[in-house]
């Protein structure tokens, strides 16, 4: 009787293992390579705004946002499902919808603002859907661009944009790349 109860409990042991480092895999393909790529085009695009002026400037903001959409769509496949992906795309679709009116609800006092409201508001619907899915560390690192953005707003040492295109979205590349390196050692 004895044996078969620690037998069980090994078993059980195993299973909560496999568990957790099929969740750590999981969220490390979920996230690690959208992470990456807003990451980079929070960077990227932020500080093009900052810094480059016309027909350089818009063609570098598109280009960081067709690398971060590549990056958030594509390793999709591979990515364990959990069911929720679907509820999760509309959540994402209401944010982007919902965005303009609550730009023209809050008015921003100059494009400098207007597109720090833009990162605060998407840093903080990362921030709900990384509680909502028990990711400690996303949520960490996304409600720090929330704080970022309101932060770079009203100081006046660094260009604004540029203070928080490097802070956020560096932090956001910086979990994603450790994520996929964690994932790919679990796979």
Do not use: K, N
């Not at 957790?20 to 959208?34: E, I, N, V, Y």
């Not at 023209?104 to 833009?118: K, N």
């Amino acid at each position: 009787m004895s044996y078969e109860l620690d037998r069980a409990e090994a078993s059980l042991r195993e299973i909560g293992a496999l568990a957790d480092r099929t969740r750590r895999a999981s969220r490390s393909m979920a996230t690690g390579f959208p992470l990456i790529g807003w990451g980079a085009a929070w960077t990227a695009g932020y500080a093009a705004l900052d810094l480059l002026d016309g027909v350089v400037r818009i063609a570098v903001v598109v280009l960081a946002w067709v690398f971060a959409m590549l990056m958030s769509w594509m390793p999709l496949r591979a990515v364990i499902r959990t069911g929720v992906e679907s509820r999760m795309r509309w959540a994402w679709m209401a944010v982007m919808v919902a965005s303009p009116f609550l730009v023209a609800a809050g008015q921003p006092a100059s494009m400098v603002h207007l597109a720090l409201l833009l990162g605060a508001l998407w840093g903080m619907a990362m921030c709900l859907y990384a509680i909502t899915a028990h990711d400690t560390v996303f949520a960490v690192v996304a409600m720090f661009g929330v704080v970022v953005a309101g932060i770079a707003g009203i100081q006046e040492a660094v260009p604004a944009l540029l203070l928080f295109g490097l802070a956020s979205g560096l932090t956001m590349l910086a979990l994603g790349i450790y994520r996929v390196i964690v994932g790919l050692r679990h796979v």
